[in-house]
């Protein structure tokens, strides 16, 4: 669960919940609704392993680094 702000709404993708930023309201909803789901221990267990696979795919220590280096490669970076 995280609110819409910087990329934290592409980390978590489809996997939780993303509330707005500064709307109370919509994270104590998302919170209720997390309690409620996580009562489905199958789902639940489903949820925690498509959070994990979409983590490891997307940000994995190995993926973060090669496209550090292909910045570096391309010369993006200005020095």
């Not at 919940?17 to 998302?30: C, G």
């Amino acid at each position: 669960m995280t609110t819409d702000v910087g990329d934290a709404a592409l980390i978590v993708g489809d996997t939780g919940w993303v509330v707005p930023h500064k709307n109370s309201q919509a994270l104590a909803d998302a919170i209720k609704d997390a309690l409620l789901q996580s009562m489905d221990i199958e789902a639940w267990q489903v949820r925690k392993a498509a959070a994990r696979d979409r983590i490891e795919r997307n940000f994995s220590i190995h993926k973060m680094t090669a496209a550090y280096n292909q910045i570096w490669e391309k010369g993006i970076v200005g020095c």
